[in-house]
């Protein structure tokens, strides 16, 4: 019955949450384990050769100042401290973030007002945001989706079902080359400590609108390019978004949101 399907449906995401929870604590707790070790060490080490000038209680309260900044996105590393989180360009950077629904967490409000003023920005933000992403769907789906396949039964003599499933093949393909490895490469070359698979991992994370935090792009580029860079960047989340929704549309409607963009199915102004 359909109960039974629900409840076998639910129990199997079940298990595939555990199975996922599992295998992370299989991998990364020995990593944990092994920079907690470190970290203890080097933190012994350092008291015992300052003991005499350094008291080790002013040294947990400098440490706490130190963790408490950094998880507002302010370093206290002398390299980096000249990095803003809210210039201009990075303000920009945050706004793309936060309508995207990205949400890297590097860089937060910190006064009352921002916080305020960030929730009532997304609650209008982010309705107009889907909105302008159902619009531009109107326009990609023809462009990108139908016209192709109709192209390929029409001219080549290729079946609507295996048209569409070329169709398909080359959509992934092309969206693992223009919005993962390419952009993979980008910040390969500009951003300086990352390796080629950490720069894969931070673009699938973008993509997928995780936005774990862990990776950000801008803090490593060089200081003259650093605006320009993180304004150029900023496009990337909106970019993302009109993907996301194309692909998803190829397999059903595209919301409620169409009428307001399209009326009685006429699309945009040609």
Known sequence: SPRWRYWLLLGAYGLFLLLGAAVFVGVEAPQEAGLREALRGAR????RQHQGCLAEPGLERLLQRVLDADSYGVS????VSDDENWDFSSALFFAASVLTTTGYGHTV???DGGKVFCIFYTLLGLPVTLLLATCLLQQLMGLLSH???RYLHTHWGISPDHAALGHAA???LSVLGLFILLPALCFWALENGWTFLESVYFCFISLSTIGLGDYVPGRG???SLRHLYKISI??????RQSLGETCAAGSGGTGSAEGLCCRDGGGWPQ
């Open 76 to 79: 206290a590393l002398g390299n």
């Open 147 to 149: 016209r192709p396949v």
């Open 221 to 223: 580029s060089p200081p």
């Open 170 to 172: 080359a959509m992934g």
């Open 44 to 47: 012994a080490g350092f008291v």
């Open 109 to 111: 409000p910190l006064s």
């Open 234 to 239: 900023t496009c990337e989340p909106f970019s």
